[in-house]
């Protein structure tokens, strides 16, 4: 008997059908993954598993039981739990502190919790501090909480909605060894996630959803991920070596050298940092004597392992952070220290790597977004044009494929993937524009996202744009990039250019060994 037995779900918000005649069956012991772009739909089916959302029509059964949950209260009670995309941890409290959040017992004594927490420790490998404060711990510790956090109760379900869109490789590694002790256990786990090799990994059946339907659901052992990547797009994926296959790694391994993919001469400098020196407010050095040149029809690849100065560079470079000793001039203009204005008046666009936080505010509108700092241009004696702002809106959104019903529609309606789009088109569309910063502009997109993204980027590379691009997944950098620059504890270690990537010489510098 399955565990779980969806049968024509269909959710909708206002005339837009999210889901749409959704029938699905989750086995005891499986790792269920769900595969789509943004907005097919798979955090939406998660949601009604979860009770956030409740279905207008179809019906769910858990255990043979009928199941309605109206609140994920109800849907705890049953053994199903979460883990959403975006952590819900007080930072500010303990591991243990936050585990007892939500846990109304009167009796309940931190060291109860504790003594569990050993137990899934021996378990599942889940190990971390429990007087640790959430402020303090990583990005893979953190999710790592979040998952003690649900298997405290000894749950029948387990829901993962992107667990592995911000961490590491070796943290990936750890989040699905996981999933699979759990299916061992008898347990079941729904798994989103954009990346086919973590699906070819762990999962034993997925299942493909395109525009609120299921495409397909196929057996893992021996199926072809072309053909997934397929069903999910809607057509076939380019030739191996190209930004899409990179980003799903279609043959399940990454190519020992990359073949060039740009210009092999760059023009003059448009960017020159030197020397920048970064002390975080505990007087700890992030960034340390960096040097760096990116020229006109360049892209530069920044690569680390998290933590070693990438996200601070690109904080100085929006404005966002003041380096401690150092210069940055772009296109001629020193810029070190500037605000955020003042960059973008310098002719510098900035894709920063949290989209939500700095880059849109998700209440406007898609125009407003789109034209934010640019009111003027639709202004005439202190009156705002918005007609023209919206024409203007609705071209943008064409050139750019920023799929939405209407200008007027918030960003927050968005798929993630159609709000990077928007937010690079704003920031390509600047003028004048000369240096382009992507800090981690495909994170948490689907493949189809992916490569629209890269294909801008690479097509204002191609104009003559410089553009220095911080990541976090190397296939994409060594896919994408002219010239890759490794940093490690804030210092360059390091360079290589295409033609003459390998993943061993990148993983080498990334731990500190210089490259020779």
């Not at 920031?427 to 629209?452: K, M, N, Y």
């Not at 691009?469 to 390091?494: C, F, P, T």
Request: proline share 4%; hydrophobic share 45%; glycine share 10%.
């Amino acid at each position: 008997m399955a565990l779980l037995e969806l049968s024509g779900l269909t959710k909708r918000f206002g005339a837009f059908t999210a889901l749409d005649d959704i029938s699905l069956l989750i086995e005891r012991g499986e790792v269920h993954c769900l595969l789509g772009e943004n907005g097919a739909g798979k955090s939406t089916l998660c949601n009604l598993v979860f009770g956030v959302h409740r279905p207008d029509a179809g019906t769910m059964t858990l255990g043979g039981e009928p199941f309605d949950p109206r609140g994920p209260a109800e849907a705890l009670q049953r053994g199903v739990v979460m883990v959403h995309q975006h952590f819900s941890l007080v930072p500010n409290m303990t591991v243990a502190e936050n585990l007892m959040l939500g846990r109304a017992s009167a009796v309940l004594k931190p060291q109860d919790i504790i003594v569990r927490m050993e137990q899934l420790a021996a378990e599942y490998g889940l190990e971390i501090d429990p007087e640790a404060r959430i402020d303090e711990l990583s990005v893979g510790e953190r999710q790592r909480v979040e998952i003690i956090k649900c298997l405290l109760g000894d749950p029948q379900l387990l829901v993962l909605d992107e667990p592995t869109a911000v961490l590491q490789p070796d943290e990936i590694d750890a989040l699905l060894a996981i999933c699979r002790q759990v299916a061992l256990r008898g347990k079941s786990v729904i798994l989103v996630t954009h990346k086919l090799g973590e699906i070819s990994r762990v999962a034993d059946r997925t299942t493909v959803l395109r525009q609120g339907r299921i495409i397909e659901t196929v057996a893992m052992e021996g199926a072809d991920i072309r053909s997934l990547v397929r069903s999910m797009v809607g057509r076939d994926v380019q030739s191996a070596g190209s930004v899409l296959a990179a980003a799903v790694d279609i043959e399940g391994k990454t190519p020992a050298k990359s073949s060039s993919v740009g210009p092999t001469s760059p023009g003059e400098a448009v960017l020159q940092i030197s020397d920048l020196v970064y002390r975080d407010p505990h007087g700890v050095p992030r960034l340390d004597g960096l040097s760096l040149t990116v020229g006109t029809g360049e892209i530069v690849g920044i690569a680390g392992v998290e933590g070693n100065g990438q996200s601070e560079l690109g904080l100085i470079l929006a404005g966002l952070a003041a380096p401690s000793a150092g210069a940055i001039v772009v296109g001629g203009t020193q810029v070190t220290g500037c605000t955020p204005q003042e960059i973008t008046d310098a002719g510098v666009g900035i894709v920063p790597e949290d989209r939500h936080a700095v880059a849109c505010i998700k209440e406007l509108s898609v125009a407003e977004n789109l034209y934010l700092g640019a009111i003027g241009k639709f202004s005439r004696f202190g009156l705002l044009d918005k007609s023209a702002r919206r024409k203007a809106a609705e071209t943008m959104m064409r050139d750019f494929d920023v799929r939405a019903s209407s200008p007027d529609v918030s960003m927050a309606s968005l798929s993630g993937g159609n709000q990077q789009k928007a937010v690079l088109a704003r920031e390509l569309s600047l003028d004048p524009l000369v240096f382009l910063l992507a800090a981690q502009p495909t994170r948490g997109l689907d493949v189809g996202a992916i490569e629209a993204v890269y294909n801008r980027i690479r097509a204002a590379r191609d104009d003559g744009l410089g553009v220095l691009l911080i990541s976090s997944e190397l296939e994409e950098l060594m896919a994408v990039s002219d010239r890759i620059a490794v940093i490690y504890r804030g210092k360059l270690v390091g360079e290589l250019a295409a033609g003459s990537f390998s993943r061993e010489a990148i993983g080498a510098m990334m731990s500190g060994h210089a490259h020779v």
